[in-house]
């Protein structure tokens, strides 16, 4: 699935493809939609007459529709950041992806992270060292689990027509959305027209489900190892293998000002090779080398090779919506009335995440 993915971002991937390309592989991948969009139906036809076995501690499931680029990751660490403040002791669960598990260990230890395929084990492996609440990262489609919550996102930017893989980058419809028990709609380059499109067509295609926007922002910034660092400054070699390198290349045009710069764009979770890394500094040409904080945890090794190399990183701006802080205590439950001193139980409503206050992510 994941090579069929990348196969097929450069027809619907927005920010690699043109529109002459997208008009005209369209049609040829239509047949293939449909018989994707056959496979999805038939496996959640399967799984909606089926309970999954109960798990030994509540799930929180952050996923969502496409593939890749919503804003999971940062929104898992949000939720857990909140937790963690409350002293309710949440594990990440990962589905084993070397640059997210990874960043995951840099966020939050390296005993809070379960990765692999099997994540009902993984749940069970972090229930016996003493977790209360398992964080499910990019779990909507991973039914085999069962789950408390189950929180969707829907990046603001992604398209309102709805075209599956391969044919576009929706892994389900939109009606799957009524499996949810929060949709947050988040927005990085898209106005406020484009949430507020969204919420309304929320409202129509799953009434009665939560939802709410957040905002995600740029920052904070850290060298290649996660310690704190200043700004680039003058022309720029950005460097990302994320599912939406448009976005990150104007988010940090925009964080810089301006600033004259170049894109570097790899594959969704690339694995950097020493000959990736030559070509690389090559490139660079005596310029400010900046990538994102996903792609930082993989060229950490290779700090000796770009000197003075930033990362910035991908933030939820501001607090937890109280429709789903409150859900998060009621499941939360026994463990949030032992664990959770009393000033904790309640987070102020303008607080943040543990980078809170940096400057400014959607498969």
């Excluded at 496996?43 to 501690?57: E, I, K, V």
């Excluded at 499910?136 to 069962?146: E, I, P, T, V």
């Excluded at 789950?147 to 799957?176: H, I, K, Q, T």
């Excluded at 925009?254 to 030559?278: I, K």
């Amino acid at each position: 699935m994941r090579g069929a993915i990348e196969a097929a971002q450069s027809a619907w991937g927005g920010d690699r493809a043109s529109r002459p390309a997208k008009r005209w592989l369209g049609p040829l991948l239509a047949p293939a939609e449909c018989a994707f969009r056959c496979g999805v139906g038939a496996r959640n036809a399967w799984y909606d007459r089926r309970r999954p076995p109960a798990a030994p501690m509540p799930v929180v499931s952050v996923g969502n529709l496409v593939a890749g680029g919503a804003g999971k990751t940062p929104v898992v660490r949000w939720i857990g950041d909140w937790l963690a403040r409350a002293g309710v002791r949440a594990a990440v669960i990962s589905r084993g992806y070397a640059d997210e598990a990874a960043l995951h260990r840099r966020w939050s230890g390296r005993d809070a992270v379960f990765a692999g395929r099997d994540r009902r084990a993984a749940v069970s492996a972090a229930h016996a060292r003493g977790h209360r609440i398992a964080l499910l990262d990019d779990g909507f489609q991973h039914r085999r689990l069962a789950r408390a919550l189950d929180v969707v996102l829907v990046a603001a930017e992604d398209p309102l027509r709805v075209r599956m893989l391969p044919r576009g980058p929706y892994r389900e419809p939109l009606r799957s959305l009524r499996r949810a028990t929060h949709v947050l709609v988040t927005r990085r380059t898209a106005g406020a027209g484009a949430a507020r499109a969204w919420r309304e067509l929320l409202a129509r295609v799953a009434p009665g489900i939560p939802s709410a926007d957040v905002r995600m922002e740029m920052g904070p910034w850290t060298d290649l190892a996660g310690r704190p660092a200043d700004p680039p400054s003058g022309e720029v070699m950005a460097v990302c293998s994320v599912a939406r390198p448009g976005a990150f290349a104007a988010g940090l045009q925009a964080l810089l000002g301006g600033a004259r710069l170049e894109l570097a764009a790899f594959p969704d979770h690339h694995d950097f090779t020493a000959d990736d890394v030559a070509a690389l500094r090559a490139r660079r040409a005596g310029r400010a080398f900046v990538c994102t904080e996903k792609d930082a945890v993989k060229l950490a090794g290779w700090q000796a090779e770009f000197p003075g190399a930033r990362a910035v990183g991908l933030r939820v701006a501001g607090p937890l919506p109280a429709a789903l802080a409150g859900a998060l205590r009621q499941v939360a439950g026994e463990r949030w009335s032992e664990s959770a001193p009393r000033s904790s139980r309640e987070p102020p409503a303008g607080a943040s995440e543990r980078a809170a206050g940096a400057a400014c992510e959607s498969a």
